[in-house]
């Protein structure tokens, strides 16, 4: 494999912490309330033929899912907001709540990640990741809290982002594996009909979050899982979560011009799923856990994702100026215009709104020139 150099792997990380600015970004979608457990996010940004900017996410409110669904609401509904000013501001046009996405399944007791994905033919699928009240496999029901369920990824269809109907609701990838038991936050690596679909697991005893590749070869076709783990979770800041959010290409100019083609991995990292004590006289640094983790990178041979080598090894990059730090769920548009970034960053409040900032093609330049 051809690995960056030293001098193009610096430009990447300059690159990188213009697009993912913690100061330059603005708030386009706050959550419900400005109080620590309310955040919107985790989907992504996409363009149509007209220009029109289509944003999904979840709202969620405050809950903790490692101690059941007694503790709070938790995710609250799916969203999906319309742009038609280039990204400088967003409508609510969609709202799914749990009682739309039931269905014909067993109940939703809570909603996080989701991607919206367009199809060769014009039309729209959007993938959501529920929580349903679902038991454990009986020889694990112990580790089951009460309350609680078993994650999963359903898609909807439709002509249009704001057509996708509900009654389309189809499960579309879940696992009965100990070891990743549940299966959510999708994440497009590959649009289109025979998509590759980025997604989360979570074992049964939720000690650890992990990345995993499912495939398709066209868009009536189930998903298959072609890797559980894509990526190793770290050795470092990193070890506990190893979530993949997003992605984007590497940009072939300037110093960058030579290297050779490849991707770019947004991921979510943490210490541990819960808060770690610090020891007093330790070094004193942002850890990471559940529902506040930090904000990594990768970068992989085109086509190879699973060979991703981070560029993250020791701490993570991108912090937020408040609160426990919080920089997750970031997702990359790229458009003719420029890159545009999105993801959940903690405020001083303790809410996580979704944030964004764009850096247009000419700067993207000016960066990469020297």
């Not at 729209?124 to 999963?152: C, I, M, N």
């Not at 704001?162 to 649009?191: F, R, Y």
């Not at 020791?314 to 609160?323: I, N």
């Amino acid at each position: 494999m051809n690995d960056l150099n030293n001098v193009q792997q610096a430009a990447v990380l300059k690159l990188l912490h213009a697009l993912i600015d913690q100061d330059a970004a603005r708030v386009i979608v706050p959550a419900y309330e400005p109080r620590a457990g309310f955040w919107f996010g985790g989907g992504n940004l996409t363009e149509d033929d007209a220009g029109t900017l289509w944003l999904v996410g979840r709202y969620r409110n405050f809950g903790d899912s490692r101690t059941g669904l007694g503790a709070g609401e938790r995710g609250l509904e799916c969203a999906l907001f319309r742009s038609t000013d280039r990204g400088a501001s967003f409508e609510k046009v969609r709202r799914w709540s749990k009682t739309d996405l039931t269905g014909d399944y067993a109940e939703v007791l809570s909603i996080e990640g989701t991607a919206l994905n367009r199809l060769g033919d014009g039309s729209w699928e959007l993938f959501v990741s529920t929580e349903r009240a679902r038991d454990y496999p009986e020889e694990y029901a112990g580790y089951q809290k009460p309350g609680t369920g078993v994650w999963g990824i359903e898609r909807l269809r439709g002509a249009s982002p704001d057509t996708l109907d509900a009654t389309t609701l189809q499960s579309v990838l879940d696992s009965n594996t100990p070891e990743a038991l549940h299966v959510k936050d999708p994440s497009i690596l590959t649009s289109g009909d025979a998509a590759e679909l980025i997604f989360c697991s979570h074992p049964i005893s939720w000690a650890s979050s992990n990345t995993g590749l499912a495939t398709r070869a066209s868009a009536d076709e189930q998903l298959t899982v072609r890797s559980w783990q894509l990526v190793p979770r770290g050795t470092v800041w990193d070890v506990a979560v190893t979530r993949v959010t997003g992605s984007m290409h590497l940009p072939r100019s300037g110093v960058l011009a030579d290297a050779p083609a490849g991707t770019i991995l947004f991921y979510d990292g943490a210490e541990s799923l819960r808060q770690l004590d610090e020891n007093p006289n330790a070094l004193k640094r942002p850890r990471g856990f559940s529902c506040e983790e930090l904000g990594g990178a990768m970068w992989a041979p085109q086509g190879v994702p699973g060979a991703a080598q981070r560029l993250s090894a020791t701490a993570p990059l991108f912090l937020s100026p408040h609160g426990f730090r919080t920089s997750r769920y970031v997702n990359v548009l790229e458009t003719a215009d420029g890159l545009r970034a999105i993801w959940q960053q903690s405020q001083p409040d303790g809410s996580q709104p979704l944030v964004m900032n764009e850096l247009p093609s000419s700067e993207v330049t000016e960066i990469l020139a020297s």
